[in-house]
Nanobody, 127 residues
Framework: QVQLVESGGGLVQAGGSLRLSCAASGRTFSSYALGWFRQVPGKERDFVAALSVSGDTTVYADSVKGRFTISRDNAKNTVYLQMNSLKPEDTAVYYC????????????????????WGQGTQVTVSS
């Protein structure tokens, strides 16, 4: 069983930056493929970014490409989402997710592939 706890959300002005962190329990964090998703009330949860076990494969939603960066620190059992040049449309609850992948280079953009989820952290970008 893996527990994920997000932190780092908050209120920021448009153009600003935030770094989200997601700390995982357990000793097998390094074997999980990781992802970040976001959700606005009344809408479906959207894919944001994904990272492979190997750490050398990343995928981003078109809406965040070039602005957001996903990374992992296996020594700290933590996955990060660095968010730069934030826009009001980035406002959402952000969730981290983890799953055992098929291959070490696998990344997953669909939420149903992920087995473990955090509780979410609110990000609000003001105009």
């Amino acid at each position: 069983q893996v527990q994920l706890v997000e932190s780092g959300g908050g209120l920021v002005q448009a153009g600003g930056s935030l770094r989200l962190s997601c700390a995982a329990s357990g000793r097998t964090f390094s074997s999980y493929a990781l992802g970040w998703f976001r959700q606005v009330p009344g809408k479906e949860r959207d894919f944001v970014a994904a990272l492979s076990v190997s750490g050398d494969t990343t995928v981003y939603a078109d809406s965040v490409k070039g602005r957001f960066t996903i990374s992992r620190d296996n020594a700290k059992n933590t996955v990060y989402l660095q968010m730069n040049s934030l826009k009001p449309e980035d406002t959402a609850v952000y969730y981290c997710a983890a799953t055992v992948p098929l291959y070490i280079s696998s990344t997953y953009t669909r939420d149903h592939y992920y087995r473990y989820w955090g509780q979410g952290t609110q990000v609000t970008v003001s105009s």
